[in-house]
């Protein structure tokens, strides 16, 4: 996680050229038709960015994600002045910017995703029925209801993400980020499961689901900060 970090911050410090926009737009509205086609939004119900350097891409405001070109290119800097491209950025554009303004994000995937949206009419923290909310820093909190693409939904949506790379938008939908957009829609994808998982087992009628602690899912956690494949080790 730290390495990924630094790796982020030495882009950050990076030129940035056509060629770098070009592979980001290519892999944002590849990530973007992947909500649809997963089944996490319905038309143009979601919104996607990733960070080029001062640059954030986003997806623009109604265009079907299958309908998007090289050529529709939409980008904005921190403060969200536009500086490519001439369609109109997401109206969410002010949640994205407060999570790039606000954490160490690479790429931000937001989507009404169903199971997800059903818990956040619910509870106001996903119940702790998974280790994997480990790996998204801790029981997922609910941001409270505010109208979308509004400064004030914006700073829900920061405050619910303290140590936190996702939350559920109360009403609403799910946000995740990461380093790169692949991590963040893994995680999109994830808390979505989770989600539909806590549905299932609360469905059967005079039963409750068994929970984790905070510190199972803590030391979850911690573990998952290490899965995977890694060059230099050679664990199996």
Do not use: K
């Not at 770098?20 to 089944?39: C, F, K, M, Q, Y």
């Amino acid at each position: 996680m730290a390495e990924q970090r630094n790796e982020r911050r030495n882009q950050r410090g990076r030129r940035t050229g056509p060629e770098d926009v070009r592979r980001a737009w290519e892999a944002l509205v590849a990530t973007a038709r992947r909500t649809v086609t997963d089944g996490l939004v319905v038309g143009t119900s979601g919104n996607v960015s990733v960070r080029v350097g001062d640059t954030v891409l986003v997806t623009p405001s109604g265009v079907p994600y299958d309908r998007l070109t090289p050529a529709d290119v939409t980008g904005v800097d921190l403060t969200g002045r536009q500086v490519l491209g001439t369609l109109v950025p997401t109206s969410e554009l002010p949640m994205h910017l407060a999570v790039y303004r606000g954490t160490d994000a690479g790429a931000v995937v937001h989507t009404h995703a169903v199971h997800a949206t059903a818990v956040s009419t619910l509870v106001d923290e996903l119940p702790r029925v998974h280790y994997m909310a480990g790996a998204l820093g801790g029981p997922v909190r609910v941001a409270p209801y505010a109208a979308y693409g509004t400064e004030e939904l914006a700073g829900n949506v920061l405050r619910a993400l303290a140590d936190r790379t996702g939350c559920l938008l109360r009403n609403h939908g799910t946000l995740t980020y990461g380093i790169t957009l692949d991590q963040a829609y893994d995680r999109t994808a994830q808390l979505e499961w989770m989600c539909r998982l806590w549905l299932t087992a609360s469905s059967l009628p005079g039963r409750s689901p068994a929970l984790l602690t905070e510190e199972q899912v803590a030391e979850a956690g911690e573990r998952l900060r290490g899965y995977g494949q890694h060059p230099s080790s050679g664990g199996g």
